[in-house]
T-cell receptor, first 114, second 114 residues
Framework: AQSVTQLDSQVPVFEEAPVELRCNYSSSVSVYLFWYVQYPNQGLQLLLKYLSGSTLVESINGFEAEFNKSQTSFHLRKPSVHISDTAEYFC????????????FGSGTQLTVLP | EAQVTQNPRYLITVTGKKLTVTCSQNMNHEYMSWYRQDPGLGLRQIYY???????DKGDVPEGYKVSRKEKRNFPLILESPSPNQTSLYFC?????????????FGNGTRLTVT
């Protein structure tokens, strides 16, 4: 079984500042890693995923995450945030070969301040 | 429009009164699952289904039932709701395992059990 830990429950940051949302995972088998975003009163949407290959993955709206196997981390970063990035962000993992879908972290509320 | 539809959006009920939350998807997805979201705990999987008539327990199945008689529908049944089942519930579907296809989420059902 795998577990996912998001180290910060709330991250306030000013507009145009950089941000990092931290995620660590543990698993006895290979895992696939994901970041999902939840805007107010909506369901979750996939932001980006790491399956294999290049350890740096990017989303279409400027976020990126780096898979670090030695540190068992998959931190999410953005060099310059916008007000519209305010949302809750969930890190998730899926064990290779598992049909059980995803194990989610507890979430990080990102609030971008003007 | 491709979507996952949950009903109702809001539900207030009393302890012990059986209820059903419906979930329907129009994308011909094989996989469907139910999650509950609680503050500080993220999303936890209740049940999942890989195909019609194939269901299995997630991490927190106690007090819940599901059925998958048709591909598009995956209702969540609470036979005897209790206050600790007060939560925000999400249904999700995907074409295949999470690593191969993103989860599509409904907009959630907020359940209050008094």
């Amino acid at each position: 079984a795998q577990s996912v830990t998001q180290l910060d429950s709330q991250v306030p940051v000013f507009e145009e500042a950089p941000v990092e949302l931290r995620c660590n995972y543990s698993s006895s088998v290979s895992v696939y890693l994901f970041w999902y975003v939840q805007y107010p009163n909506q369901g979750l949407q996939l932001l980006l995923k790491y399956l294999s290959g290049s350890t740096l993955v990017e989303s279409i709206n400027g976020f990126e995450a780096e898979f670090n196997k030695s540190q068992t981390s998959f931190h999410l970063r953005k060099p310059s945030v916008h007000i519209s990035d305010t949302a809750e962000y969930f890190c998730a993992a899926s064990a290779a070969g598992s049909a059980r879908q995803l194990t989610f972290g507890s979430g990080t509320q990102l609030t971008v301040l003007p | 429009e491709a979507q996952v539809t949950q009903n109702p959006r809001y539900l207030i009920t009393v302890t012990g009164k059986k209820l059903t939350v419906t979930c329907s998807q129009n994308m011909n997805h094989e996989y469907m699952s139910w999650y509950r979201q609680d503050p500080g705990l993220g999303l936890r999987q209740i049940y999942y289904s890989m195909n019609v008539e194939v269901t299995d327990k997630g991490d927190v199945p106690e007090g819940y039932k599901v059925s998958r008689k048709e591909k598009r529908n995956f209702p969540l049944i609470l036979e005897s709701p209790s206050p600790n089942q007060t939560s925000l519930y999400f249904c999700a579907s995907s074409l295949g395992p999470a690593q191969n296809s993103p989860l599509h989420f409904g907009n959630g059902t907020r359940l209050t059990v008094t």
